[in-house]
């Protein structure tokens, strides 16, 4: 059985390795203005809307790769690969 910490887990690194092959598709494809637009519009009352590209700031931030920007990070598949690695190897030992 999972824990929901092991459940929040693996769905954070899932949606690290989405990000790889969305930015690897290249900024004209819809999916990739979806990951770094902006919201519009308006929106419910209560807190302000996130956006995916924040959600994975957050996570790289918790992971302290070293001031390095994430898209750049995720264009490097060896080094994006390897810390994906790193992270599962810390998780899952």
């Given amino acids: 059985m999972y ?7 693996v ?7 989405q990000v790889g092959h969305v930015v690897g598709m290249g900024e004209r494809r819809g999916v990739y203005r979806v990951l770094v ?3 519009e519009g308006k929106g419910p009352l209560g807190r302000t809307r996130c956006r995916w590209e924040d959600y ?3 996570d790289i ?5 070293g001031g390095v920007e994430w898209i ?3 264009q490097d ?3 994006w690969r390897a810390l994906l690695n790193a ?7």
Avoid at 3 to 9: A, K, L, P, R, T
């Fill in 3 to 9: 824990s929901s910490s092991n459940f929040v887990w």
């Fill in 37 to 39: 637009g902006k919201p």
């Fill in 87 to 93: 992270v599962i190897n810390l998780q899952f030992p």
């Fill in 77 to 79: 598949r060896d080094r």
């Fill in 56 to 58: 994975i700031k957050m």
């Fill in 11 to 17: 769905t954070k690194l899932r949606r690290m390795r």
């Fill in 61 to 65: 931030q918790k992971w302290d790769v």
């Fill in 72 to 74: 750049e990070l995720t």
